[in-house]
């Protein structure tokens, strides 16, 4: 039986992201959820440089070939088989106050990759 009745609601404002560098005054502003957030500039270094080094294909993690069925299947078997990795895969970080959950990522490398 479908209805009128609202379900959810909220404003658009709050669907918009926006990141925005003050080259005056070397800020980083986000805007995420209808608030607007400061980033400290060490981090958002970090995260730029990371991108950076990620595009340019300079990373130098390499992965085992996926034979499995799915993602969490083979996350688990690499790192079951190969103590060089970590299955972080479903281990979600709370941030926020508790309300929002990141994965930070499937496998992480005991050189930090």
């Known amino acids: 039986m479908s209805s009128d009745e609202l379900k959810h609601q909220w404003k658009a404002f709050n669907c918009l992201y ?5 080259d005056a005054k070397k800020k980083t502003y986000l805007l995420s959820n209808g608030k607007w957030y400061e980033v400290e500039n060490d981090f958002a270094k970090q995260v730029n440089d990371g991108y950076q080094e990620l595009k340019s294909n300079t990373a130098s993690a390499s992965l085992p070939s ?3 069925k799915n993602e969490n299947e083979y996350n688990e078997e690499i790192a079951k088989n190969n103590n060089d990795f970590c299955c972080m895969d479903k281990n979600l970080i709370v941030h926020g106050g508790g309300y929002s959950k990141i994965e ?3 496998l992480y490398t005991k050189d930090k990759k």
């Open 18 to 22: 926006c990141e925005i560098q003050d």
């Open 66 to 68: 996926y034979k499995c």
């Open 104 to 106: 930070f990522c499937d």
